[in-house]
Each structure stands twice: as structure tokens, then as C-alpha cells.
């Protein structure tokens, strides 16, 4: 491994800031959709999908995110 | 069809991606500063990084979208795609494989060549390799633009340009490294995006079971319909699929195909190389959830009048592989919906990158500097490899706007892996394997072999043969053909090379040292717990295919 490629930031840590992004605008969307009664046309609209998949995707995001802040070897 | 409409966030998901990937690329071009860094990714991955890049380079939309279709088309039976049809071959490459391509330091396929035979047959697959990439690069890319415009209603020329400069920005700044980042991201991307639509898709239909309890038994069955072929839906006996896709196409695949094997090549040593192709067996096994079932769902959904859905037709003719697309509009939000058209967009550009990252390494070492340049520096080497970059992305473009005026095109896509890895395997597994196979066996075994599946494929394609010929059954659909010409390309490539190989000169034994099995030392492996090995996880991706075969049998 050459010397140059220290402290670069774990692939991790992208797949965990892209997770929280895309996560919080979802969730976010569900949530705006939820308190202003937006009708959704889609099949089981009504479980509001989009609220629990993007807090999992957040809690998912953030996992990554938090453990990998740090650059390594 | 009216075109899924998206909203703003749903934008905002795909611009956040775009951006993403673009700002990969910047961030690891400062450490990208030789050819190393930049073709063999620092060869300092660990096998995480390399296992889910080495199975995200397989994992592209169109065989996310081609793969729901066709379980519509076949049923269950697709299912042997990712089990008997990959597992084994990803094990064999970990365990036996893999300490010839790694210890001998080699930068790509065709390299090994070089070494166990001689610079023609490395020039010989460098080239078909070359040509397979950038032609399935291509066809990939005009199969993305025709889903992004029946589907949204995007422009056509303006999705490829995009798309195709994107990937050609981050390859060219930082290599091989940011084509596996983004791998792994669309790794992710695809878990996420897509695997809603199963949920749901099952919570409509009312549960597992009843997914099962409403589709022909042909469609729900893995071995128990493969003795005749007329019981299934594929067509195809239990030979075909062995000898076809569980030994030849998928060995061929996973074993010598360098998108897939270059993944692993850069580990950072050889345990995790090894590692590598076992652990994506794992996730590889996981793969139908996202596409067999939302396949059976859909088989469901358009089976059933009261349910609304409706595939798309071409002609009068059904789209199979509009089944996904119809299942994320169906059951995805506002905001859910822009995740999965990410999902596959992702797919369909990371599928880009590391056809051209393949493409790039094996032109600049296997092409260029092995025939024109062999003095190369350092420096270079690694412009050139940005030229071929930015030269394979306009490649690709031209060949996708060829497919544009020439749809049939896509009818050779599953066939073009038959002519060239099929008749590769080969002559690795005789490579590594047997000491005595001369270069100019290698070499004319390698040549019939291709010649014989090209020409298998066009008499079958326009009639000089009857199909039966070839699938040895009366009934045989055209997947049948597919497998079977895989396994007499195999065939005669594995005979003439070992009859040439009678009547040829050897190379002296000390040349093939770290090249064949016998005349290699076992490399000293520092001692780790036995959880920590290959072979323990080997055993235990096989136990874990065998379970899945005899549970869905």
C-alpha cells in the first residue's frame, strides 16, 4: 500500500452521509405529506411508507456515519 | 404509458446522488498519484470493500430489471441465476483461484496469460475483452436511456450525455477506486431503493406463503420440474443447467471474467482476495429477494383483473422488464420513488464504470503497452489510462446510439458472454491446473472455442441448425440454446487445447512456478482462527446454497 493513501475517509463514511442525506429528505417528504394530508395515490399510501423507510434510513445512515467519522491507514 | 411523475424531493434524491459521486471522484483524486493508485486501486481494500464492490459489479439495472422480467417469463427457476449458477463458481475462485491471479502480481486477466502461456493469447483475450466491455458498456447505456424515457419521459440523448460524462469525470479523476466507492454506494443504494417493493408487494398478495400458493407449481419449483423440460417454465432440463449455467457460464463468469475478478485482485492481501468472492456469495444468495420475488408478484398482480396492474407491451408484444419499474410506481411515495429510479440509475452508471475501468486497465497493459509502448512510465501509463477512459466512455455513447437504430442488438447481449468467458474457462482451469498445456494449445483451444460459440450462435440465430441440436431436446427455449452453446464452446476449447497441447513445445517447468497447481508453494498463512478463513466461510456459503436448493427444490 502505498504511503500517500493514509487518512483517507472509509468508504463507510460516504455510504453513511449519503444514507442520512437521502434518508432525512424522505422522511421529511412522509412526515410534510402526513401532517398536511396530502392524498398519495399508491398502494398502501396509508402506512406511510416513506415515514418509517426514511427513519430507517437515517438510523441506518447515522450508524455508519458516526463509527467511520475518523480517516484511517 | 403516463410517464411516473416525480416532485421535488424526488429530484432532490437524484441530484444528492449526482453530486455524490462527482464528489467521490474529487475527494480521491489527491490519492490517485500513480498508476497503482489509479488502475489497481492502491491494492489496500479490505474484503468488505472489495467482496461488495466484486458483487455490485454485477448488480447492474439491467440485470435487476431483466431478472424480475424474466422470473414473470420463467418463474422460480431464475433463482438458479444466483444459486447453483454463482455460488459455486465465486467459492471455487476464493479457494483455488485465487492464489495463482494474486501471488503471480498480475494486473489483469490477460496478464496471467501472458505468464502461464505467451503474449498472443493474452492479446487474443485482452482484445475480445476489450470488445465485450465497450459493447456491453454500450448496450447497457442505450438500455438505460430507453427506461428513463418510457418510464419518466426523460430526454434521450440528454440522459445518456449525462449519465456517460458523469462516469467519465470520476473514472478519469480517480480510477479504479472511485468506480468501486460508487459500487459499494450503489450496493447500498439498491438494498434500500428496492427492497420496499418486496415488502409490499408481499403484504399485498398477503403474505409468503400465499405469494407461493398462487403461482403455477412450474413457477415455484427449482429441480422437482427440471427432468423433463416441457414441466418448467425456462424450458430447460436439469443437464442444461448444471452443465450449462451451474458449471460453464457461471465458472466462466465468475472465475475469468476481469470486471468481476479485478475487484479482488486489488485486496490488500491474499487472505482477504480470497474472502473476497466468498463473502459476495452471501449477499449474492440474498439478490432474489429483490428481483424473484417482486417477479412472482407481479406474475400475481397481472394475473389478477381487479388488481389494476398492467404490464407494458411493445407491439403487442408484453414487456417483461417493465414489471419492476410498474411495482416502484405501484407501491413508492413521494420521495420513495425518486430512492428507487435512483437505485437504478445507480446501477446503470456503476455497471458504466466498471465496464470502463476494466476496459481501461486491460487496453493500457494488455493492448497498449504490451504492443506499442513496452517502456511505458509510470506517468504514462496511468495518462493513457485516462484517455482510454474518456476514449471507452465516446465507445460506448456510439455503440449505444448504434443499438438505438438497431434494437435487435440486444438479442446478442446474453449471447456475447457465451463467446468469450465461456471458452476462457477453459483454458484457465487447464492453465492452473495441468502443467503440460503448451502457449499454442492455449492459444488454438482458445480461438475454436470462441469461433465455435460465434458460430453455434448465428447457425441457431438464423436457422442453418435446428435449436434441438445443440439442447439435445425436442424442447428448447432460446435460454436453453444459450446454456448449451456455452458448454460445447467449453467443450471444444477444453479438446483442442489438450490435443494441441500433445504436438506442442512446452514452457520449461521453472517458468510456470506460482502459475500451476504442483509447481507453486503453498503460501505461509499467518495463523488466524479458523472463523477467520476462507475455507470456513466457503463451507459455509455451500451449506447455506444447499439449503436453499433443498428448501425450494
Known sequence: MSAKTVHMKPIWYFVG????????????????LFFFEV???????????????GAVMVIAGGVFFFFNRKPRA | MQSIQLAFPDWLIIATYFIFVLGIGAYLKKYTKD?????LAGRRNTAWVSGLAFLSANLGALELLGMTGNTLKYGMYVAHFYWVGAIPAMVFLGIYMMPFYYSS??????GYLKLRFDEKTRVLNAIAFGVMTLLVSGINLYAMALVLRTFLGWNWDVSMWVSAATVAAYITMSGLLSAMFTEIIQFFLIWFGLFLVAVLGILEVGGVQEVFARVPTAYSALWSTSANAADNGMLVTWGGVVLGLGFVLSFGYWTTDFLVVQRAMVAKDLRAARQTPILASFFKMAVPFLVIVPGLIAYILSHDPNSGFTLLQDGGVVNYDSALPLLVARYYPIGLVGLGITALLAGFMAGQAGN?????TVWTYDIYQALFKKDASSEHLMWMGRAATIAGIFISVATAYWAKSFPSIMDYMQAIFSWVNAPLFATMLLGMFVRWITPNGAFWGLLAGMGSSVALFLAVKFDWIDKSLITLSSVASDMAANFWRAWWAWLICFVVTIAVSFVTARKPEEELVGLVKGLTKEAAVAHVPIYKTPEFYAVLSMLAVIALNVYFW
Open chain 1, 17 to 32: 452521509l449519503l444514507l442520512l442525506g437521502m434518508g432525512s429528505v424522505i422522511l421529511l417528504t412522509g412526515l410534510y
Open chain 1, 39 to 53: 392524498k398519495s395515490q399508491t398502494v398502501f399510501a396509508e402506512l406511510h411508507p416513506n415515514i418509517w423507510w
Open chain 2, 35 to 39: 498508476e497503482s493508485d489509479f488502475f
Open chain 2, 356 to 360: 470502463v475501468s476494466a476496459f481501461n
Open chain 2, 105 to 110: 502480481k498480475i494486473k489483469s486477466v490477460p
